[in-house]
């Protein structure tokens, strides 16, 4: 029987990316790749086990309707338990399709390995009977019985203007309920702290550091400044359907929990908004999606991730420049050099940092890109 496209997933093996990390001493192009597998993401079988670096995903949110099609689809429970209005089973039911994904995680993260959830709770009123339905806990419990152990997660706070976002009874007490105006960000590790043994390996990760002020921003347990999609990327309706974060929530967590050349992976993969932040960070990407109408406009956005990216890096730097003028202002000279610019940096862990620019991307398959950086 002839190979299915996606099973040459199976080459983008660890030995693949090691022989990358060589390239980043060398003044080669550093490549990555980006594959997106449309099936259902309960059993990754193109994935190997223990590949995946990091992790950066959003499922469908249980008991938000806008989901209620999609999960019954796949368990016919479930549109009983809603015609039934039986929230708490429909909630259950919908979940246990959502743990498959996560124990197959399990196997295709590598020990050491992370896995960032972003996920909010829902509010329902079904026969009358408004309710909260806790996604965040849920997940985080099934997580735990999968064997991930829990890292301290994020609040990522969205507030909203909108005139009727006060639910129940008004002024009036005790019917009045709170506004959810945040979601959460878990995040898990598989096994024990990922070990940089090699020199090459330390030296990648040297690269991979980011500023001390972004440090300081994206390591607070409380998001605020997150708002908006990438601009240039096809948005509008089909993103607002698909629910998708803002390219900032994976390009953040990417940076703060992987180095160049690991394997990022989204099971959940929507829009593409995990792929377009690994590619724009020098990571490798592997993802499962069930819709295959999002292939033309995930492979659309790749005509704009390259000025994307570049945009993006140059405003980080210019965002460093800024807070380095600030802080001479107020505490003097910096002690320390960045190698690659020549500009101050707060801390020797910085002195390595390097942003590779996005130099071109090229379709090599149907479901297959290839991305090429300036080293
Ligand atoms: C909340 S959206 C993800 C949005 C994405 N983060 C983005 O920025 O576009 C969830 C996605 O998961 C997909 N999906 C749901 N169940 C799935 C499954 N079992 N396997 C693969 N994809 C699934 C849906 O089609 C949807 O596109």
Redesign the pocket.
Known sequence: MAAKPDTALKNISVSKFTNQLFTFHKKEPVKTTHQIIF????NMADILSGSVDLVV?????PMIEMWDE?FSE?SPEISRALKDKNGPLAFELMHK?LDA?WSDLWRVVKKGGIVCV?IGDATRTLDGNFALYPNHSRIMSQMLKTGFAALPGILWRKQTNAPNKFMGSGMLPPGAYVTLEHEFILVFRKGGRREFRKDDEKMNRRKSAFFWEERNAWFSDIWTDLRGTVQNLPDSKI?KR????PFDVPYRLIQMFSVKGDTVS?????????LFAAMAACRNFVG????QE?RGLIFSGADHIVSYTNERIAKRIENHLEFVKERTREKGEFKHLNRHYHFPVVTQQEKKLLLNQLVSVEKIDENKMEATYSN
Request: hydrophobic fraction near 25%; charge should be negative.
């Open positions: 099936e259902n993401s309960n995903t959003s499922p469908p949110y999609m796949q399709i994904t972003n993103r698909s629910a998708a974060f989204d099971p959940f993969l929507g829009t593409g908004t995990t499962y999606e069930l819709e999002f």
